[in-house]
């Protein structure tokens, strides 16, 4: 059993920044794709960050070049840093697990095997 947690989160005001940490248990996660999702209020949970075991990643277009996915395979960590945060990425915040193989494609949440239960961002304007 992989186990997921989320840390993080707040409430920021626009243009300023977060980071996100999310912990995994796991002996193998040097071997994940891991995955940040977001889901804002009446919306469907969408894809945000992923990266794969080799450190190559994948960002929706709506946070390119503000928002970093970064792992730390000593600390069994996956990160996201948001910047230039807007009222529009008021979310909760998932990282999930493809524990693999085979991997599926980084966007797809039916990727991901495990989920953490989520962190608050409030951007305010």
């Known amino acids: 059993q992989v186990q997921l947690v989320e840390s993080g989160g707040g409430l920021v005001q626009a243009g300023g920044s977060l980071r996100l940490s999310c912990a995994v248990s796991?002996?193998?996660?040097?071997?994940?794709?891991m995955g940040w999702f977001r889901q804002a209020s009446g919306k469907e949970r969408e894809f945000v960050a992923g990266?794969?075991?080799?450190?190559?990643?994948y960002y929706a277009d709506s946070v390119k070049d503000r928002f970093t996915i970064s792992r730390d395979n000593a600390k069994n960590t996956v990160y996201l840093q948001l910047n230039s945060l807007k009222p529009e990425d008021t979310a909760v915040y998932y990282c999930?697990?493809?524990?693999?193989?085979?991997?599926?494609?980084?966007?797809?949440?039916?990727?991901?095997?495990?989920w953490g239960q989520g962190t608050q961002i409030t951007v305010s304007s």
């Open positions: 990266i794969t075991w080799t450190s190559s990643t």
């Open positions: 796991g002996r193998t996660f040097s071997r994940y794709f």
């Open positions: 999930a697990a493809d524990t693999g193989p085979p991997y599926g494609p980084l966007q797809s949440r039916r990727s991901y095997d495990y």
